[in-house]
């Protein structure tokens, strides 16, 4: 079982940013997993933000948040972030952390771990 706890959202303007923040801990936590982001506004359907491979060598984003938002990971602090720069309203969402050993089965929307979310609001 590997368990995620997310930190930083918040309330900010539009064009402003947010660096959100993921740990992950549990009892299988050393092995080699993908993490990531999906995000889940109101009223829509949950969708992939962006996800980083074990290594950190491969990384794949949503285009609408591609050169605006960057993942990163410590894999030393069990840890991944996602800068969010030049928000816009249309970000507003809860934002999940995930994890899954399968690459290809986190960015296809199916990661086996799921965190509690974070909520962003930004305002226009």
């Known amino acids: 079982q590997v368990q995620l706890d997310e930190s930083g959202g918040g309330l900010v303007q539009a064009g402003e940013s947010l660096n959100l923040s993921c740990v992950a801990s549990?009892?299988?936590?050393?092995?080699?997993?993908?993490m990531g982001w999906f995000r889940q506004a109101p009223e829509k359907e949950r969708e992939f933000v962006a996800v980083i491979s074990w290594t950190g060598g491969s990384t794949v984003y949503l285009p609408s948040v591609k050169g605006r938002f960057t993942i990163s990971r410590t894999n030393a602090k069990k840890t991944i972030n996602l800068q969010m720069n030049s928000l816009r309203p249309e970000d507003t969402a809860v934002y999940y952390c995930v994890a899954d050993l399968d690459f290809s089965r986190l960015v296809a929307g199916g990661p086996q771990y799921w965190g509690q979310g974070t909520h962003v609001t930004v305002s226009s």
């Open positions: 549990g009892r299988n936590t050393f092995a080699p997993y993908a």
